[in-house]
């Protein structure tokens, strides 16, 4: 009995280190070929009647358009270095398994997620003002949509959790709250706000400009990279925190 749990423990272990290698992979991989898709910088822009949905001929690079037309390129790439990549790694971090700086002292830790976070937050930030001026330029309403909506949801989250964060860098400036219990709600806040970043990029792939760029069964493995990091920062997360202090009582 004895060498069977033995055995289940580290068929469990290999697993998590599996599924941890693969939200590595994802982490990665879904900005760089979101980059490859909206080729930032571009300087596409559409004027004149538009097909379908008001979509018209492209403008030249020298029309006056065309410096502000690749304004909307860089928003899914931001958004996707945001909460695919800079918060995926900010949270893989403190994997038992497979933390790319396990090896280090857990305060050096603290410190690269803190920086990871930030930065996340930035490009958000400057990703979430992309689009509203770009919005603005085309005459368009904005958090109109469930995209926008839990876009705008997920930026105001994410800076509410950093500033959290500075609790956990100076726990004296809660007197009443012990250490272990602001940990506690750290953690899980951030993983509602980074399950909250992952939908809104899940609803951006249902978008226009998503969805005829992107078909058949490429469309669905796209849709599986959030849902693949989702499921390995949920399971980190219970494991360290909310399975431990279920165990506790």
């Given at each position: 009995m004895a060498l069977t749990a033995e055995s289940e423990s580290r068929l469990y272990r290999s697993l998590r280190v599996a599924a941890g290698a693969a939200a590595h992979l994802v982490a990665l991989g879904f900005p760089a070929a979101v980059a490859v898709l909206?080729?930032?910088?571009?300087?596409?822009?559409?004027?004149?009647?538009?097909?379908g949905r008001g979509e018209g001929r492209m403008c030249r690079r020298t029309s006056p358009c065309a410096s502000l037309?690749?304004?909307?390129s860089w928003h899914p790439l931001l958004m996707?270095?945001?909460?695919?990549?800079?918060?995926?790694?900010?949270?893989?971090?403190?994997?038992p398994e497979?933390?790319?700086?396990?090896?280090f002292s857990r305060k050096v830790r603290v410190r690269a997620h803190w920086a990871l976070q930030l930065v996340a937050l930035l490009c958000a930030l400057l990703g979430l003002g992309i689009i509203t001026y770009?919005?603005?330029?085309?005459?368009?309403?904005?958090?109109?949509?469930?995209?926008?909506l839990t876009g705008l949801l997920a930026v105001l989250y994410a800076g509410g959790q950093c500033a959290g964060g500075v609790l956990l860098l100076?726990?004296?400036?809660?007197?009443?709250?012990?250490?272990?219990?602001?940990?506690?709600?750290?953690?899980?806040?951030?993983?509602?706000?980074y399950?909250?970043?992952?939908a809104s990029l899940m609803l951006g792939m249902c978008?226009?400009?998503?969805?005829?760029?992107?078909?058949?069964?490429s469309w669905y493995l796209a849709m599986l990279c959030p849902v693949v990091t989702s499921l390995v920062i949920m399971n980190q997360v219970s494991n360290a925190y909310l399975y431990r202090k279920r165990s506790q009582h």
């Open positions: 909206a080729r930032p910088g571009s300087s596409e822009c559409r004027r004149g009647r538009g097909r037309a690749g304004l909307f996707a270095l945001a909460f695919s990549f800079l918060m995926t790694e900010a949270l893989l971090i403190f994997s497979t933390s790319l700086l396990r090896s770009n919005k603005h330029l085309n005459g368009k309403g904005h958090f109109v949509t469930w995209h926008g100076y726990p004296k400036l809660m007197k009443n709250w012990t250490l272990a219990k602001l940990k506690l709600y750290h953690a899980t806040s951030g993983l509602v706000g399950l909250l970043g992952c978008s226009l400009w998503f969805t005829t760029t992107v078909t058949g069964a």
